[in-house]
Every structure is written in C-alpha cells, then in structure tokens.
C-alpha cells in the first residue's frame, strides 16, 4: 500500500506543478515575461534545492521526456512550414544551422576555457552545447508576441531553429566521446554526419508520405486523426535515431511534408498539436527545473554569466553577420536575427548528456547551460518585441485575431468549411469583400440557420460560414478582425486593408485572388514601386496591379513601408457602399 501511495503522491505533485505553470502563464502574459521562464523557474522552486523541496535526479527520465517534447516540437513546426517559404529561404538558414553553429561553437570555448578554467574539449563541449538556437523558444515567443515579423526573417528563424538541432546534436556527441573513450578522427566524424544527416533526411520524407498516405487512405474513428499524426512522428523520430541517423532532422522534415500535402482531419490535427506541445514543453521545462540546485550554481554562476553575456553579444552575431553576408540581408534583419537566437531546451537537454554517460563534472555543463538558457530568455526573450519595433522588423498586432471555426468536410480534402464571429467595425461588415478563393455557404442570425442570399446584408454578432482551402483558412483572419474607425477614411480603400512593403506581389496575389505573372511572385511591395515608378516612391503614389491599385500609405528614404488596396479609378457615385461592392463584383468576374 505504501508504494501505491508514493505514486499516487507523485502523480499528484506533478499535477499539481504542471497547473502551476498553466496558471503562472497568465501572469507571465500579462507582464511579457516568456512563458519558458515561468516554468523553468516553477521547476527550480520546486525542486531539492528551493522551497518544495521534492527530490528528483532522474536524468534519464528528464531526457525522454525532453527528447519527445522536442520531437514533438520540431514535426509541430514543419507541419506549419510552407514548402515556398521553406525553399525561398533554405541556403541561409542551413548555413547557419551548419556553420553558424559551428563559429557560435568556436568562439565561444575559448571564453569557457578562461572563465571556468577547463580544458580545450571540455570548453568546446559547452560552446556545442549552448551554441544551437531553440526551436520551442523561437516559435513561442514570436507567436505569444504577437509580432508580425518581415516574411523573409521570420522563414529564416523558423527554418533554422527547425534544422540547427541536428548540427548541435552531432557536435556535443561527438565530445562527449572524445572526452568519455579518447580522440577519433574528424573526417571519420564528418562522414558519419553527412550520412546521418542524409539517412534522416530520407527517413524523414519517406515518414511524411507514409503518414499522409495512411491518414488519407485509413478511415480511422472521428477524433483518432490527430493522435495518429503525433504518434507517427514518434515512430520516425525513434526509427531514424535506431538507424544511427538524425532524428530530430528526420522528425522536421517529416512534418514539412505532411504539412504541405492535402490530408483528412488537417485543423484537428493542429489544434492538438498545439495542446500537445504545449503540454510537453511544459513538462519538460519544469522538469529540467527540477534538475538544478541553486546552491550548486554557486560555483560557476559568475563564469556562466560571462559564457552567456559573450554569446549574446558576441558569438551569435559574429556567426549570423559572417554567414548571412552572401545573401544581401539588411543589417537591420542581421542585427534582429542576431538577438533572437534564443536557448531553451535545447540546451539544457544537450547538457544532460554527460550527466547521462557519467562525464566527470557533468553537472558543470548542465549548469553553464541553465544559466545561458536563463539569461537568455531573460534578457532577449523579454525584448523581442521591442527589438522589432526598434529595428523595423515588424509591427505589433493592434487587433486581437478573431475566434476561427474549421470543419473538415468527408469526402475530400481541397476545402474546408470556416466560420467567423461577425463583429462591429470588421473589415467585411464595412465592406462585403473577401477572397474569391472563399465562398460564403451559410449565415447564423439569432439562432437561425440562413443562405448568404437570405441574410443579405450581413450584420454585426451573425456568425458566417465560408467554403475555403485549408492553407489559405488562416488569411481570411483580417476580414473578421474588430478594427477601430479610421480618422479620415479613404472611400476608395478595399476594407481598409494594408500590408507592408516587404510582402510579396505571390503573397498578395494568393490571399486576394489577383493574377500576377509568374517572374513577379517573388518581388516585394516596395520593390514592385521602385520598378514601376522609376524613382524613389513618396507617400501618395500609386501603381496598378491589375483591377487593383497599390497606395504607398507610409514611405520612408523612398522606400515603402505600408501599401493600402484600393479600387482603381472610382467613379463618381453618391452611394459609395453600394459603389464599392458592384465594382468588386465586376472584379471577381474579369478574375474568373
């Protein structure tokens, strides 16, 4: 009875410490703190070392669960990966996933050696450990920011923090048994890189397609989809890592393919990805928590300071301003990308290696890591937003996102039914416009089911229903956002609708249901002006594309900043309303 009651006991503390960063979530929104902070710290608290006193110094069980949350993760993050984006940014992000690693490594052992006093390996084993960025941190922060990054800047933090793990992973491995067994030989060890990388590359593709396949193929019970999916990522990560290959490669690439291929139950499949994610990043942060003593941190707490202040400032920008300087990037998305090279897990589950293989002085390595991982998201998790904005990177979100519905439709996967709140001042209130991808099916009014043709014209608190792709679901966000009334609104303005000078005229296209020639898909905004104008552009101008007219809103130094849609020569009409739906109407008909 008495071993019954330690694991009800135990089931009950980790309940209760998992609620605990649940809820301490709340108060870390509210002040900005980053979220992974929060549960490092309920961890460290709770934890031998601080006031709750519970003992754990289970390694091993924080590394499995640290190896599924992170696998979990990664297939979470390439599932919303767009192959357009995944490609247009590709070169950069491997290069510093690869080398960037590797000259974060490099120039961060020597400072180890000097503030730690350890040896040459031991030192380069900690550059390895802390020199991968996060791919939880990253895509947590950024989203919980609420931040419209710079397309190309945001693919690029996406992508690299998704394939950077493997590079790290391969380096303190290999470290680690130089230290544990003797020196090996560095071809020897390339080679056994390159093949790994590639036998994960290859497991992970071919994991991809059998998921879409079964998934689309099986009919599973309704709700069993997306516990498959998660399931099956775990199955390629552990068969790539039984293969001696790169799991955590495998897994990525795994759910950039099924990400980017038509599949039952795709929203459900998201929506618990999220939870599931969530849940085991929580997990694992409180349980890495558990692992460190405060009193132990004494010891080198003032040389992991330094280690974490030189990467910061030093290393991570060296590494991204060197590999980054063939692929033109203003300094202004060097500097950014520099500072949001954040740690988190990564890290500290690299740090637990030696701890697991027996290292001597293994806990230093967990400890420099928990450090660098602290400071980090203590000083650069908590200004990414201003950081942003200092350096025109993106501007905060101003509108909270709309409450979205998506219903799968059984039958086939090339549409999805979505709903929306209607609420006041939104965009298609005002104006009756939306893409002419998506198709208006049904309106709720009152409890009332009606047709589009019945409820004419939609009014505020309706609920609408649309026909839409899967992938473009998401874009239809800005129309059913509560916008607050223009000072000086422009009539010609479609919805109100701006977007920056950095998007794409592909980007615009795909959302509005515009027709742009295939060698202008990858052509921004601002440069579409310059193109067109013959000038440097200067707030006011305008220029075509197609049935719709760009206007340069915001333009500083001549370059464009924000661009407002607008019809193309409005005619004079007393009834502007009614002006602005005949004349998109005759739009979507010269489209179609």
């Known amino acids: 009875m008495a071993s019954l009651d330690t694991v009800s006991i135990a089931i009950l503390l980790g309940s209760l410490l998992v609620m605990a960063g649940i809820l301490s979530s709340l108060i870390a929104l509210r002040f900005g703190a980053p979220l992974l902070l929060v549960f490092l710290l309920v961890g460290m608290l709770a934890g031998e070392g601080g006031p709750g006193g519970v003992k754990f110094d289970d390694v091993g069980t924080a590394y499995t669960v640290g190896s599924i949350a992170l696998a979990l993760i990664l297939f979470d993050g390439g599932l919303r990966t767009r192959f357009a984006t995944f490609k247009s940014v590709l070169a950069p992000s491997m290069v510093l996933a690869t080398v960037g690693v590797l000259i974060t490594t490099l120039l961060t052992a020597p400072v180890a050696k000097l503030v730690l006093g350890i040896g040459w390996v031991q030192a380069l084993l900690i550059g390895a450990v802390v020199a991968s960025t996060d791919a939880a941190a990253v895509f947590l922060l950024i989203n919980a920011g609420g931040l419209r990054l710079r397309p190309r800047v945001r693919a690029t933090l996406e992508v690299e923090s998704g394939t950077n793990d493997p590079f790290a992973v391969?380096?303190?491995?290999?470290?680690?048994?130089?230290?544990?067994?003797?020196?090996?030989?560095?071809?020897?060890?390339?080679?056994?890189?390159?093949?790994?990388?590639?036998?994960?590359?290859?497991?992970?593709?071919?994991?991809?397609?059998?998921?879409?396949?079964?998934?689309?193929?099986?009919n599973l019970a309704q709700g069993l989809h997306a516990p498959f999916v998660a399931v099956s990522a775990l199955?390629?990560?552990?068969?790539?890592?039984?293969?001696?290959?790169?799991?955590?490669?495998?897994?990525?690439?795994a759910g950039l393919v099924v990400g980017n291929r038509q599949t039952r139950a795709h929203n459900s499949v998201i929506v618990f990805l999220d939870a599931v994610t969530w849940l085991a990043q929580i997990v694992m942060f409180v349980l890495l928590g558990l692992l460190v003593w405060p009193q132990r941190l004494a010891g080198s707490l003032l040389g992991a300071v330094v280690v974490a202040l030189v990467l910061m400032f030093v290393a991570r920008p060296a590494a991204v301003f060197l590999c980054l300087a063939p692929f033109k990037?203003?300094?202004?998305?060097?500097?950014?990308?520099?500072w949001v090279?954040?740690?988190?897990?990564?890290?500290?589950?690299?740090?637990?290696?030696?701890?697991?293989?027996?290292?001597?002085?293994?806990?230093?390595?967990?400890?420099v890591a928990f450090v660098v991982v602290l400071f980090s998201l203590l000083i650069q998790g908590w200004t990414v937003a201003l950081a942003a904005r200092k350096l025109d990177i993106s501007f905060t979100r101003s509108d909270p996102l709309p409450r979205r519905v998506e219903l799968d439709l059984p039958g086939q996967l090339a549409r999805e039914i979505v709903g929306y709140p209607v609420p006041a001042n939104s965009p298609y209130l005002r104006r009756g416009f939306i893409p002419n991808w998506a198709r208006p099916t049904l309106v709720i009014r009152n409890e009332e089911i009606l047709t589009p043709a019945e409820a004419e014209p939609v009014r505020e608190g309706d609920y609408v229903y649309l026909?839409?792709?899967?992938?473009?679901?998401?874009?239809?966000?800005?129309?059913?956002?509560?916008?607050?009334?223009?000072?000086a609104p422009d009539p010609r303005l479609l919805g109100d609708f701006f977007v920056t000078g950095t998007a794409t005229l592909g980007a615009l296209a795909?959302?509005?249901?515009?027709?742009?020639?295939?060698?202008?898909?990858?052509?921004?905004?601002?440069?579409?002006?310059?193109?067109?104008?013959?000038?440097?552009?200067?707030e006011g101008d305008i220029v075509q594309l197609g049935p719709i007219a760009l206007l340069a809103h915001k333009v500083e130094k001549g370059h464009v900043v924000t661009v407002g849609l607008r019809l193309a020569e409005p005619e004079e009409e007393t009834d502007i309303l009614g002006r602005l739906k005949a004349r998109w109407h005759r739009i979507q008909k010269w489209i179609g």
């Not at 990560?237 to 690439?253: D, M």
């Not at 202004?332 to 990308?337: A, D, L, M, P, Q």
């Not at 060698?519 to 002006?529: C, G, K, N, R, Y």
């Open 235 to 253: 199955v390629v990560f552990a068969f790539a890592n039984a293969l001696h290959s790169s799991g955590f490669f495998a897994v990525y690439l």
């Open 510 to 538: 795909d959302i509005y249901g515009l027709q742009v020639a295939a060698d202008h898909t990858d052509v921004s905004l601002a440069e579409f002006f310059t193109e067109n104008l013959g000038r440097r552009a200067k």
């Open 170 to 218: 391969f380096l303190a491995l290999m470290l680690v048994e130089i230290l544990a067994v003797g020196s090996q030989s560095w071809s020897h060890a390339l080679m056994t890189f390159g093949r790994d990388a590639i036998l994960g590359g290859v497991i992970g593709v071919a994991g991809g397609r059998v998921i879409t396949l079964v998934l689309n193929r099986l």
């Open 329 to 338: 990037y203003p300094w202004r998305e060097k500097v950014f990308i520099s």
């Open 341 to 367: 090279g954040l740690r988190g897990a990564v890290g500290i589950f690299l740090a637990s290696i030696p701890l697991l293989v027996g290292l001597p002085g293994a806990y230093l390595y967990f400890d």
């Open 467 to 487: 026909l839409a792709p899967p992938e473009k679901a998401q874009a239809l966000d800005r129309f059913f956002v509560r916008m607050p009334p223009p000072a």
